[in-house]
């Protein structure tokens, strides 16, 4: 379930990513797997060869992607979530979501 998101936005990112575009959105999540994450970034495209590409950008492995049917994805956590937001510019998803230490 996604929280700290709207519906609309929600609804962009499943346009953009049918549409073959790399696409991003942050949600506030809790999995009791990973306690120490309070958010997840999911990265889609309906391309799976493009997705597979952009991801060997940041070293993300093929086998990471959520074979969801509409929307594969990749859920990025901690670092990889960090260092991938901050170089494509999503400054506004790391306030937004907290996911840098307050100094």
Not at 26 to 42: G, I, N
Request: proline letters at 4%; charged letters at 30%; aromatic letters at 16%.
């Amino acid at each position: 379930m996604a929280f700290g998101i709207t519906r609309k936005e929600l609804m962009e990112w499943k346009k953009k990513v049918k549409n073959g575009e790399i696409a991003f959105f942050t949600h506030f999540w809790y999995d009791p797997r990973f306690p120490e994450y309070h958010s997840v970034t999911k990265v889609g495209c309906c391309h799976k060869s493009r997705l597979i590409q952009w991801g060997k950008e940041y070293g993300l492995k093929e086998e990471w992607i959520h074979e969801h049917r509409q929307y594969p994805h990749f859920d990025l956590l901690g670092e990889y979530q960090l260092k991938i937001l901050e170089k494509n510019g999503f400054e506004d998803h790391i306030i937004r979501f907290k996911l840098k230490p307050q100094r």
